[in-house]
């Protein structure tokens, strides 16, 4: 039995975001279960296990299933009040052949239990049956080209073959290498947008390989692959790397940087009594970064050679072109924002090839997202037009991204009260639109050119702040919408925010303007509050609780207790256990709007249409760095870094 499954993405209307598994059996059949997510994800209690449907079984094959591999190909739909999508699946069979099916997303999502008919269609049978059973398979959406798809096959011949189609079937190009490997291959998987794919197998090889054209070329793994073993768990010196048997399989990292490897242990080599009883297999890591795939782009800035590290000019080159591409991968804000194998990277090259390889890549990365950077000697690079114009243009998932790189590489210990008090004195003064002053900054400095020197983080105060802005016109936005739709219509949801969280934007916004359009809407939601108590208490001893800062509170009683304000609602949290984001520390008790997380500018949030705004994100995302909160844990639980 192999067993796989696939996020059905978000359906509106009458679905609910799903879950979709495949069985494949001996029978050559494909079992498809549905489950669907909670309504909401709760931080005080645990959500409701969902129920599962079993919709159906269809036949695939004649023969045995061995493999399935799910792929989602994000699809506009232009009919009113949906979004579409296509689900892709494929099938391998120990007879040799693989199958790509496709089905649309909102059909599984409303199709009932048990049904007759399952809404797959044959896209293209890839390989006929030649006896060679089909032991990997890996299929996925190449960057730059969403209307194509990707598929590597692997066999227990050892043969390898990747193949690219369009979503209509059309074969595009093929690739095969017959003696990849000369055994069974055990796993495959893409990397760097679809550019090159790694193979490993039970001949104890791991491989790369190049797929341009149509051509599968060996590539020569990556030097330097190890340069992380210093800062992060790595063999035991009690078991040596010779000790180490076939692969068992392989697994890449969002960012393509890193490849991780399941293997074995010859047994004979080890210590019979007590290594061949607790060591039963090993977890590989490798660093990919290095990996050269075609002609190094000149690097913006000088990158100084390596001195503690084992990476050549070249391999630092490719590593910054590798690392660029990664973080341009996660410009969709349909991906994941899991960033954990770019920050450790940029952490490890910082330490041993210094800061200014780091600077180079955050440089050149500021670049591509639109901001006027200019070389000033070997260490300067300063901004030349306004920061506040250039930071509303960009998207709120760039945003995001700037404050999780800043964040984690340059100022870790950073609070969010403190970036409050300094933004407080920051926003107000600095507008960075005086003649004769640019934005420069040195290592991990900011200055201006004039006498009045600031930190890094007053670049990232203006990213919060921006952020801030967008979060606040979304939700009132909402708010706006919800009021005047709920008059006569009892199926329209009523917004989550507390009287008290939308008075205390509306204050916000006051002191924060943002053009005229977002200052009617201001106005008018600012009428809807006349007569109503928007007075918020403490939870300890009911004393009155002041708007006096946007992260905590203190209440006017005789104590004055701390409480934290909600990142997503600025209310205060009276909720035990809270959402919390490991990146920036904030706190959370509700939940986003979704069409924040959509953002392309700030300017689109004037043209969203309001119906678009009322659904908020199903979990917890935090609204300053987008990745996924999680309930605060003590350190004893092991608790994943998210980023």
Not at 606 to 629: A, H, Y
């Amino acid at each position: 039995m192999n067993v796989e499954s696939a996020n059905g993405g978000i359906v509106f209307g009458e679905a609910q975001d799903f879950v979709l598994i495949a069985v494949g059996t001996k029978l050559g059949e494909v079992c498809l279960l549905r489950m669907h997510y909670p309504q909401n994800y709760m931080a005080d209690k645990a959500c409701s296990s969902s129920e599962v449907s079993f919709l159906g079984t269809f036949e695939v094959h004649h023969a045995w299933v061995t493999i399935l591999c799910w792929c989602k190909c994000d699809v506009e739909m232009h009919h009113a009040g949906g979004c579409g999508g296509k689900l892709f699946l494929a099938t391998g069979s120990s007879d040799g052949s693989v199958k790509v099916w496709c089905g649309d997303i909102q059909a599984f999502g409303l199709m009932p239990p048990n049904s007759q008919q399952m809404p797959f269609s044959l896209l293209r049978q890839v390989l006929f049956g030649d006896l060679m059973p089909v032991t990997s398979l890996v299929m996925t959406v190449p960057s730059g080209a969403a209307n194509h798809l990707l598929l590597a096959v692997g066999k227990g011949c050892g043969s390898l073959t990747a193949w690219e189609c369009s979503l209509s079937g059309e074969c595009m190009r093929e690739a095969e290498q017959h003696q990849a490997h000369s055994q069974v291959v055990t796993g495959i998987g893409w990397a760097f947008g679809g550019r090159c794919v790694y193979s490993c197998s039970q001949d104890n090889m791991l491989r790369a390989w190049l797929f341009h054209g149509g051509q599968l070329i060996p590539l020569p793994f990556p030097e330097g692959s190890g340069f992380y073993d210093s800062d992060s768990p790595g063999l035991s010196s009690e078991l040596p790397a010779s000790v180490l048997d076939c692969y068992f399989g392989l697994a890449l990292s969002k960012g393509s940087l890193t490849l991780v490897a399941v293997r074995g242990i010859e047994t004979d080599m080890v210590n019979p009594m007590y290594q061949s009883r607790s060591h039963k297999g090993v977890v590989q890591l490798f660093w990919i970064g290095g990996q050269h795939l075609s002609k190094l782009p000149r690097p913006l800035l000088n990158i100084p050679e390596a001195n503690s590290s084992n990476l050549s000019r070249a391999e630092l080159a490719q590593w910054e072109s590798n690392i660029l591409f990664s973080i341009q991968h996660f410009d969709n804000e349909k991906e994941a924002l899991i960033l954990w194998d770019i920050l450790a990277a940029l952490n490890s090259l910082k330490h041993t090839s210094g800061n200014n390889f780091v600077d180079a890549v955050i440089s050149k990365c500021l670049v591509n997202w639109g901001f006027k950077l200019e070389s000033w000697g070997d260490d300067v690079v300063m901004f030349t037009q306004d920061l506040q114009i250039i930071l509303s243009s960009i998207s709120s998932r760039r945003l995001h991204m700037i404050n999780i790189l800043f964040r984690q590489l340059y100022m870790s210990n950073l609070t969010p009260e403190q970036v409050s008090r300094r933004g407080l004195l920051n926003v107000a003064n600095c507008t960075f639109t005086r003649v004769g002053e640019h934005l420069s900054f040195v290592n991990q400095s900011i200055k201006l050119s004039g006498d009045q020197g600031i930190l890094w983080e007053n670049f990232l105060v203006h990213v919060e702040h921006e952020l801030r802005q967008r979060l606040v016109l979304v939700t009132l936005h909402t708010v706006a919408w919800q009021e005047s739709n709920c008059v006569g219509h009892s199926n329209v949801k009523q917004h989550e925010i507390s009287r008290s969280g939308v008075s205390h934007m509306v204050e916000w916004a006051v002191a924060h303007p943002s053009g005229v359009s977002s200052q009617l809407l201001v106005n008018k939601i600012s009428e809807t509050l006349i007569g109503n108590n928007c007075v918020e208490l403490c939870t300890f001893c009911s004393a009155t609780v002041p708007f006096d800062s946007i992260e905590v509170a203190h209440c006017q009683g005789s104590i004055s207790h701390k409480l934290q304000r909600c990142a997503a609602s600025f209310e205060i949290c009276h909720i035990s256990p809270l959402w919390f984001c490991i990146c920036c520390a904030r706190w959370a008790a509700k939940q986003t709007p979704a069409a924040f997380f959509m953002l392309s500018s700030k300017h689109c949030v004037e043209q969203l249409s309001l119906s678009s705004t009322s659904c908020n994100t199903k979990q917890p995302f935090c609204p300053f760095c987008g990745i996924l909160m999680q309930k605060m844990l003590p350190d004893c639980f092991l608790r994943l870094p998210l980023i």
